[in-house]
Structure formats: structure tokens, C-alpha cells
């Protein structure tokens, strides 16, 4: 997208450098007012609200899609499959008035029997879940700068491909809070390493190590498992392999999710980007069913967290089909899954 290409300096006319200049000078008060904010934290100055249960924290230091959703189900599965009442929270960011979010959504349709609540203030909601839902163990997603409700363990996801938000704190770069906020970090999951090539993946390593010595470090894919539709029936991937397909993408960072759909082997005729957390209207679902028919497309081909706001299995005469994505934690995955482990110890359980 252009932002990225004016703050990352891969567009160097003298109107993006103007451009990127004068966000990374707005950068510094953001820094500093967020380093303040955690010193408070620190300090105990702003108090932080501890509940009787595990909470895990999933998160990023850079705005923008690290994968976090299918992370945040891995892991429900995780402890569902340790036998425990799994709750997920999160701020609903992007949600209409009375609804809740696209992610919400997603994470309905992967875990129909994992309840979900969403509220701006997540130590209320964190407090719903436990008390009306049961819960013996949260899941608070997008959690890394929410720091009012204490947490048990930080999990926090680095997108290989787009790592450290071209160095600078919103908005001349990517980044929510200094890189030194890592340090607040119990584990590090490195995501989307198939993308990035090896020596790249090195220096993360390294930069992850000087940042926060004492985390768990693990690596892992975002792994194509099958197609989906939104009256969920389901294809094998070599479905489309070689077929002529209309790319649709409303997420933070799209450019992994077509590199995916070109190493399966398809054929992208056109693409059409929205903004992260775009409610599609009318005026979006007629230009993407024309866009189908004027270039001919096979198929219209998204993500599974836009599919679940398209919520229709054709347009334009073309069918819609979602990439559905599962998390593959390839290195470091038992140490990582031992301080899971750990964390819920003494988690609440029946009998």
C-alpha cells in the first residue's frame, strides 16, 4: 500500500520524503507520551487490575495484520485441549454500533464453542467472562499495549516480513510503542517466516535476543489449509491451482496473503485493497462483482476475516472463496508450549 512504501523510503519523490519526514517529527511526542504511560505502569502510578485467573496476552508492537487471529486460536484450542473453559477478550476495534468485529467473527466461525467478548474496557469484560461465562483461563487478544488488566504471560507476535515498523513509532512508522517495550515480553513468536529469507530471519533472531533476553523465541508459518465459502462448504487448495482469480483484501498488510495465492499456483487477473476493518457496502460488492466480470476471473478469493463481512457465496456470477489459514509453530514449539503450560498452573478447573 502507499503509506507503507512513502514511510519505509521505497517512494523517494520529494513529496514522499516531505511527507515521511514530517510524520516521523509527529513521532516523537507519540514516543515520548508512551514511554510516560508504561514509566506510570512501571511505577505503579496508574493502577493495574489483576483478576483469580490466567490471563494470556496476545500482541504486537506494530500496527497492522501480524496474524494475530489465527494465533489467538491456536491457542484457545491450546487450553481448550488441556481441559479448560477457554474465554476470549478484546476491544472490538472497528466494530458498528451494537455488533461486534471482524475478527470476532472469524474467530466464531474457527471456534463456534469458544465464547467471545468484546469491550473497549477489557478488565470489565476480562470480569464478564470470568464471572457470567465460567472462564478458568483468558485469552486477551491485542492485549500487548492494554496494560490496566494484569496479565499472567505476554505473548507477543513479530511479522517476519515486516518486523520492526521501519524503526519509527506511529505515525512515521509502524510501531505502537518503542522497541523497548519488548522487554515486557514472556514469549516471542516470530510469524510469516516462510516469507522472509533466511538471513533476515537471522537478524530478527538476534534483535529479538537483545531486546528481551529472557523471552521463549519460537517461529512459525501461516500454513493454507483449505477453501472455505460463507455457507461453509469447504474445497481442497489444488481447487483454484491455475485458475484466473479476483484477489480481495481488507486486512493490514495484504502483501502476504498474495504472495500465498501466487505460490498455489494461481493466476491473479486483478486485485482490489481496502483499509484493515473495511465494512464493505453496497458500492463495494457491486464493484467487486464488476471487477469479476469485466476481467473474466474464475473466482473472487479473499481472506477468511473478509469473507466473514462479504457473507455471500457468489458475486458476479464467480463464486467466493476464503484462504483459510492455520498456524504451524515449526522451531522453538516446546518450550514455547511448556510456558503456556506453566502460566495456567494454577488455573481454576472443576472437580
Not at 16 to 41: D, E, I
Not at 189 to 212: F, G, M, N, W, Y
Request: proline share 6%; hydrophobic share 40%.
Amino acid at each position: 500500500m502507499d503509506y507503507r512504501r512513502i514511510l519505509s523510503g521505497q517512494r523517494d519523490d520529494p513529496l514522499a520524503v516531505c511527507l515521511r519526514w514530517t510524520a516521523r517529527g509527529l513521532s516523537l511526542p507519540y514516543a515520548g507520551a508512551v514511554r510516560l504511560r508504561n514509566l506510570a505502569y512501571d511505577r505503579h502510578w496508574l493502577k493495574i487490575h489483576p483478576l483469580p485467573l490466567p490471563v494470556i496476552s496476545v500482541g504486537n508492537l506494530t500496527v497492522g495484520g501480524t496474524g494475530k487471529t489465527p494465533c489467538v486460536a491456536w491457542l484457545a484450542r491450546f487450553y481448550r485441549d488441556q481441559g479448560l473453559r477457554v474465554a476470549i477478550v478484546s476491544r472490538g476495534y472497528g466494530a458498528e454500533v451494537g455488533a461486534v468485529n471482524d475478527e470476532a467473527r472469524e474467530l466464531e466461525a474457527l471456534l463456534p464453542d469458544v465464547p467471545h467478548v468484546q469491550d473497549a474496557d477489557r478488565f470489565a469484560a476480562a470480569q464478564i467472562a470470568m464471572e457470567e461465562l465460567a472462564a478458568q483461563v483468558i485469552v486477551l487478544d491485542d492485549g500487548f499495549q492494554h496494560r490496566r488488566l494484569a496479565r499472567t504471560l505476554d505473548l507477543v507476535l513479530v511479522d517476519a516480513t515486516c518486523p520492526w515498523g521501519y524503526s519509527w513509532c506511529l505515525p512515521g512508522g509502524l510501531l505502537r510503542e518503542p522497541l523497548g517495550g519488548l522487554r515486557r515480553a514472556q514469549a516471542v513468536l516470530l510469524t510469516r517466516c516462510d516469507h522472509a529469507s533466511p538471513d533476515a530471519l537471522e537478524s530478527i533472531r538476534q534483535k529479538v535476543k537483545q531486546l528481551s533476553p529472557s523471552a521463549i523465541l519460537a517461529e512459525s508459518t501461516h500454513r493454507p489449509q483449505q477453501w472455505r465459502s460463507s455457507d461453509d462448504q469447504t474445497r481442497p487448495l489444488d481447487e483454484l491451482r491455475g485458475r484466473r482469480v479476483l484477489a480481495v483484501a481488507a486486512i493490514g498488510h495484504p502483501e502476504p496473503f498474495f504472495a500465498s495465492l501466487e505460490r498455489l499456483d494461481m493466476q491473479l487477473a486483478d486485485k482490489l485493497i481496502w483499509p484493515d476493518h473495511h465494512h464493505f457496502q453496497r458500492d463495494d460488492v457491486q464493484r467487486i462483482a464488476a471487477r469479476a466480470q469485466q476481467t473474466d476471473v474464475d473466482a473472487i478469493v479473499c481472506t477468511h476475516k473478509d469473507l466473514v463481512k462479504l457473507a455471500v457465496p457468489r458475486l458476479g456470477g464467480r463464486p467466493v472463496w476464503a484462504l483459510q489459514i492455520g498456524l504451524e509453530i515449526y522451531s522453538g514449539r516446546e518450550p514455547l508450549c511448556e510456558r503456556l503450560t506453566e502460566a495456567v498452573r494454577d488455573a481454576p478447573r472443576d472437580g
